[in-house]
């Protein structure tokens, strides 16, 4: 009889004896639905695989206290989303912290409250210097205008 023909119970029972071949024929038996139910809590092929990797190890800790009589599936899928759920907790943690770096702003120092002020000071001085400057210029125009007016009145 093939590890194929074997029953669920059969090669639980032998993996729990401890035939490496019949931890591999488990593998093998649920691997690839493992992989689709694990890419539904990830983003890459990659973090599923992790994630599978992760549940099988975890399976090989624990078979034997596992009861072969009830279906293996559940058992192992329960397994397999709480490592995703484990992953996707973690990472969102991760990220947590990640953002909290990056967003704490600690405000200007003192130097540089300083050099702002200063450059204010600045800028409202050269800001009144021009409106003096201009108010000047205007006050000349009026006068040069005026002028051109009177010298125009007495030679007319």
Known sequence: MTSGELS?????????AG???MYRELVSRYVRPALAVAWEFTDTLDDAEHLVQEAFRRVVDALHRFDANPPFAPWFFTILRNVARNAAGEQ?????????ESVH???PT???VVEYLELQARVDVQLDRSRRCSARASVCAYWRGSRARRSRRRWA
């Open 110 to 112: 003192a130097e540089e």
């Open 92 to 100: 969102a943690l991760r990220l947590h912290a990640a953002l909290e």
């Open 19 to 21: 035939d490496e071949r």
């Open 105 to 107: 702003d600690e405000g």
């Open 8 to 16: 669920e119970r059969d090669v639980i029972r032998r993996a729990q």
